[in-house]
């Protein structure tokens, strides 16, 4: 016969040991940094989107994403972080991504996805790349472009939810929701579990107004943040019952992938035979499948969440004045109200406005009724069905050496103002349709122009022809800033043979 003291000192190791196995399991921030963010354009665009602009803040939305998890092991119920999280960007912003992260401080292996394949294949991939030590870890998946103005409330989130996940629950951050919203999927709660949060009923679609007002009045139903907590193992799991031809085509990816110094570049050919899909619709709305090895759970967010969706969503997480007039940079109100506007340079006035975003870039200006936002993405085709460059890319175009500003352009030449990094050198490269004068307006540049080698200092200047080799390179400690006049039939960036680079882009242009 058991006796008292025995069975409350089994309780006791067995919680003990619970105890300790929790602490094993560490957290793996994965953040996905694929997006367009199309509804943000003309500041988001194709080749630098909304997760590299610091819509609300000095930092990105990617810096600030981040950045949310520093101090989760303080928290009650927390846990030691993974020193290195795991980015997952496309092929066109993995350099700028880089950039970001190192001028942030922050160390992380980078996921480049050689295509678009949705989320559900880069998490998949990324389970992969976090157990690559062969220790289980729980990963936080996080949106890259989303917003949080409580991070202490959003780590207290994350800590209960890593409790769900470390006993094999795959979780899900809810948020209640303050107003009826048609551009959120919503979450169906099912039974209330002890600790407050609750089993996931269904996922439900983006609704219709009427039955969004219906979800909210109900208190049955939070906003889906496509926040997710869940073992590396249970996914893999999850994925393998749930979507076995995905799976397959993830794991082929990484066995014949390869790291690439801080990147991590899945085999192409496997990665775009994958089928594309979201977290959502590929394993979260299966749960409740016979073959699914786990169950859904949400636990409530109420952390001042905002997918910033839209300028409408930018409009309301920015301080506001008395008469609800939200802005970013040279902005003056007079008479306004309940307007939202953001200057890049020029001044930007807005007099008797109501209810109106404006958005100031170098090459373009938007102009849009708040109740219209949803609409920006409608324009953004018809002006990329046009094959205008505001489509894709800025007047400034960010490079891997640094940048560059088209700052003017006619019939026959192009001026660019041309930044490059202490250290950094352009790819050996010619055109075959252009020719260029550079001169130098500070610090010090290595040219070399065909056999010849020499350096150019501040006010100096040299010519190169068409069809001649030519680099340029920064050796010093400061920035090299040159301007350079570009002369010739074609101008295009597509007008670059590379025959050397630093970067591995001698089949690409820019």
Partial sequence: ?????????????????????????????????????????????????????????????LQATLRRLEGFDGVPGGREVVAEPIVACGEEHRFVTAEQLRASGTRARLLVEPGRRNTAPALTIAAWLAQSHGEDVILVVMPADHAILDPNTFRAALAQAADHAERGAMVTLGVPPMRPETGYGYIRLGATLPDGAHEIARFVEKPALELATQYVQSGQYWWNSGIFIVRANVWLQAVQALQPEMYESCMQAVIEGKQDGSFFRPAPKAFLNCPSDSIDYAVMERLELPVSPCRGVVVPLAAGWSDLGSWDAVWDATEKDTAGNAARGRVVFEGASDSYAHSDGRLVACVGTNNIVVIETADAVLVVDRSHVQDVKTLVERIKAQHAPEAETHRKVRRPWGFYDSVDHGPRFQVKRIVVAPGARLSLQLHHHRAEHWVVVSGTALVQRGEETFLLGENQSTYIPLGVTHRLENPGKLPLEIIEVQSGGYLGEDDIVRLDDAFGRCDKAG
């Fill in 1 to 61: 016969m058991t006796s008292t003291t025995d069975s409350a000192d089994g309780t006791a190791a067995a919680a003990s040991a619970n105890t300790a196995q929790r602490q094993r399991l560490r957290v793996a921030p994965v953040v996905l940094a694929g997006g367009a963010g199309t509804r943000l354009w003309p500041l988001s665009r194709e080749h630098y989107p909304k997760q590299l602009i610091d819509l609300i803040g000095p930092d990105s939305l």
